[in-house]
């Protein structure tokens, strides 16, 4: 089952050569256009989560469905061969549904766009875009059932379809899609937003052409791919052994109290290619944080680590994907056999950076970032107000970023480069609720010769009754440190009624009521620490001690004494002697605060909530 692809003129594209300063236009241009993509969303959408913190991934592609420019990959290749169909000329597609295109989108939230470019009867490009729906049904508002165990439960699912077919909409399917949503307005906005961003991109493609000629303009683009693809094969070369290397990381628990969930990964070198292999990754939940791993995103991630690393000027693209063979087991957690349910799939997808990071630095520990990039925390909050006026959040937060050989990892930064936070001011404005604390959480971050990146504490007070949700990790198991760093500090959710009692929450919860006056402190991980916390600058840890960065006592991590917030230099010297004699040998490169098991034993004690049971395997019955 594949697509096919009708044109009216099936002449093949020539073969043109490029010279230089054309490919570095025409480069540039498109680069132009995916940037005009993200600002005809922000003007046009609707909802905070796509409007405000950009939770949307444009891309232009080749004739052939590969990515010349975006973000996340290409999805096309994933569409294409699972839509059983005809693509023509006026056509734009809509989906939603992981399962019916390869994980092209990773959960039904996701609504993804494509509209194929024709010009003279040959297709020239595709533009695409996919964004983040706060809401499209299904059991709990927002559409992300934690405890869902089949992806029926949450929301509609869109197979491929045609909303435009040969130039004429398709009202009736809107009408039946919108019907399904809390939040039709916020809804219809977005998908018309998406649509708006394709067609931005898809004239410009068309003037590139118009200028050039298609021939060249296909030329160019292949040029560019090609080009990535030498790039690849030499930092694969340079930077990956034949020698296997492994690595593991989990995700905390289910949120149904089973935990935590193992993803592996092997990595060697064949000839010139990667090999990826997840074999003794857990298997499938029975819960909803599986993760339909689209390969080719994987590779994407691969390639992106791998350029930011050794070589940023490099455009990354589609160009390199046959240099990556990927090998994901079946029924695993990382590729679910239907209908397992997928909508928090956001833990293992932030899961995965961390892995590559550890995989990538085993060679070369120099290069190696600590964990942090770890999860994408949700909060949602939805009720009717005194006026009778119902309200629906959906918002993405910020945690620590891990500390790099370069340098400390951001405070409070997004997982995602492109994010932006919601400004409290539009969150108080069209919201039932106050912000009385937005700031960096102290001693989050891992102590190290660079230190990881705080973690962000909001407090969230609610002025109308209703529920609340949840969506984080890193509660359970420490964003580890590396070469000497230490772990990041765990996430904590804790709410503060208005009578003053306090109670810890879990890290994936729902369905929480709350009341006018409650305070919810949502506070985010830290980012693993890098190198040694004994050789950090005292100056430096006193600076950040005056600006609540680190506290006093936390300054103790890195063998510091302050005193009246300057450092107090006989005392930082006899106590960094002792710990330097005291401290035993590092066993590994990697600190991860403990076991699994030494995690389990202390957990209750240091995060307040119950260790996470065995994990639960879909179709096994809870422990």
């Not at 990354?316 to 209908?339: A, H, K, M, Q, T």
């Amino acid at each position: 089952m594949s697509a096919t692809i009708i044109e009216t003129d099936a002449t093949p594209f020539a073969e043109r050569a490029v010279d230089p300063v054309t490919l570095d236009i025409i480069e540039n241009a498109l680069r132009n256009a995916r940037v005009e993509m993200d600002a005809t969303l922000v003007r046009t959408a609707m909802s905070p989560g796509i409007r405000e913190q950009g939770d949307a991934f444009p891309l232009i592609a080749d004739h052939k469905g590969r990515m010349i420019v975006g973000q996340f990959g290409s999805f096309i290749g994933g569409f294409l061969e699972a839509y059983d169909g005809t693509v023509e000329e006026g056509d734009m597609f809509l989906l939603s549904d992981p399962y019916s295109c390869a994980g092209a989108v990773s959960h039904s939230n996701d609504w993804l766009v494509l509209l194929p470019v024709f010009r003279n009867g040959r297709l020239l490009a595709y533009t695409s875009i996919f964004g983040h729906q706060s809401d499209i049904g299904g059991r709990v508002a927002g559409s992300m059932p934690i405890t869902a165990r089949t992806i029926f439960e949450e929301g509609v699912r869109i197979p491929p379809v045609k909303i435009w077919s040969r130039g004429q909409y398709n009202a009736d399917l809107v009408a039946l899609v919108m019907h399904q949503t809390r939040k039709p307005d916020w809804c219809k906005a977005d998908l018309n937003a998406l649509i708006a961003s394709c067609r931005v991109a898809a004239r410009r493609v068309l003037e590139l052409a118009d200028r050039f000629g298609e021939d060249l303009y296909v030329a160019a683009t292949q040029e560019l791919l090609k080009r990535n693809h030498r790039a690849m094969q030499q930092l694969i070369a340079a930077s990956i052994g034949e020698a296997p290397v492994s690595f593991e990381d989990y995700i905390c628990d289910d949120g149904r109290g089973h935990g935590p969930y193992r993803i592996r990964c092997t990595m060697w070198r064949e000839g010139e290619k990667v090999v990826l292999d997840f074999a003794g990754t857990d298997p499938q939940s029975s819960a909803s944080i599986n993760f339909f791993l689209n390969e080719n995103m994987l590779r994407m991630f691969f390639g992106i680590y791998m350029i930011m690393v050794f070589d940023p000027q490099i455009l990354f693209n589609d160009g390199f994907y046959d240099l990556i063979d990927v090998r994901i087991p079946e029924g695993s957690l990382l590729r679910p056999r239907f209908p397992a349910a997928l909508s928090g799939r956001t833990h293992a997808l932030g899961r995965l950076f961390d892995i590559l990071g550890g995989l990538l630095g085993q060679k070369t520990p120099e290069f190696l970032n600590a964990a942090g990039f770890s999860s994408s925390p949700h909060l949602f909050y939805s009720g009717t107000d005194r006026t009778g006026r119902y309200f629906q959040l959906f918002q993405i937060g910020f945690g620590g970023i891990p500390g790099r050989p370069l340098g400390d990892g951001p405070d409070g930064h997004s997982l995602w480069p492109g994010f932006t936070n919601v400004p409290n001011e539009f969150l108080e404005r069209y919201f039932p609720l106050r912000i009385e604390r937005y700031s960096t959480e102290p001693d989050s971050g891992g102590a190290g010769l660079h230190r990881g990146g705080n973690g962000i504490h909001v407090a969230y007070r609610f002025l109308e009754p209703g529920l609340i949700a949840v969506h984080d990790d890193r509660w359970f198991m420490h964003p580890w440190g590396v070469n000497g760093g230490q772990p990041g500090a765990r996430a904590r959710k804790e709410l503060e009624r208005a009578d003053g009692t306090r109670e810890v929450i879990g890290n994936k919860v729902e369905d929480v009521e709350v009341q006018a006056g409650d305070v919810l402190h949502f506070i985010t991980w830290g980012g693993g620490g890098w190198g040694d916390p004994l050789e950090r600058d005292p100056a430096l840890v006193a600076r950040e001690v005056r600006e609540g960065l680190v506290t006093a006592e936390g300054a103790l991590r890195y063998g510091v004494v302050i005193s009246d917030e300057t450092v107090d230099a006989a005392a930082t010297d006899a106590l960094r002697t002792r710990l330097r004699a005291t401290r035993k040998p590092a066993e590994s490169v990697f600190d991860y605060g403990g076991s699994v098991e030494e995690l389990r034993a202390r957990c209750e004690e240091e995060t307040g909530l119950p260790a996470p049971r065995p994990p639960v395997w879909q179709g096994a019955e809870a422990a």
